[in-house]
């Protein structure tokens, strides 16, 4: 899952949590992953048609997609967060480590078994993937409903404000166009450079809403 992972992101952040920071948390996970992929720590393999909507074969992510990798990530990102930002509070600092650990569950729900449940232990994912039309719908309607949540609960500063959450409409709705209908990627490696590319466009673009939107 890609776009679909920015929902929860969206729909968290107020007072406490700026909204790229809540972008970032929820690509957490994979954010370590490309580098991981990068170094050869973790593989992939692109093999056209793996599933209707993936060519991806995640067959060796233990570091990060385990599920206590999951955990101990997501408890690192929220005591990490307290320490730095501690106007957020614990409260704040928990739905941080709650965001991060929302991609695990997302990704539990589109990947084919790819998830182990221990390190080297039973691999587990719903394999939503297997349906393009169900996955992208899936995708789009948790992304609509994350960006509605925060639409509502921020108030734009001026023209730039009002427009930009169309802008990140448009951004999220093509890249779940592409990454659902685009040509596979050429190799695992271009695949974690598009990857780290994807999440700092998306975390830019909340850095340029949390400037021109606030709170409501
Ligand atoms: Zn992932």
Known sequence: MFIGHYGPGAAAAHRR???????????????????????G?????????FTEASALDLYHMPYTHSLPAALFWSVCA?????AVRKSAGWTGAGLIGALVFSHWILD???????????????KVGL?????????ISLEMAIYLSGLAIYWARSTAKGFGG????????????AAGVFS?????????????????????????????LDASREPR
């Open 17 to 39: 949590l700026k909204l790229w920071h809540c972008f970032v948390a929820v690509q957490f996970l994979d954010i370590l992953w490309a580098p991981f992929v990068l170094a």
């Open 41 to 49: 720590v973790e593989k992939v393999r692109v093999v056209p048609g």
């Open 78 to 82: 929220a005591l990490v967060y307290r």
């Open 108 to 122: 539990f729900v589109a990947h084919k078994p790819d998830l182990e449940l221990r390190f080297g232990g039973p």
């Open 127 to 135: 394999g939503l993937w297997e349906r393009r039309d169900l996955s």
């Open 162 to 173: 009002k427009l930009l959450p169309f802008a990140l409409l448009l951004l999220g709705g």
């Open 180 to 208: 659902a209908w685009g040509p596979p990627p050429g190799s695992a490696r271009q695949v974690a450079i598009m990857a780290i590319v994807s999440y700092a466009v998306f975390a830019a673009f909340a850095a340029l």
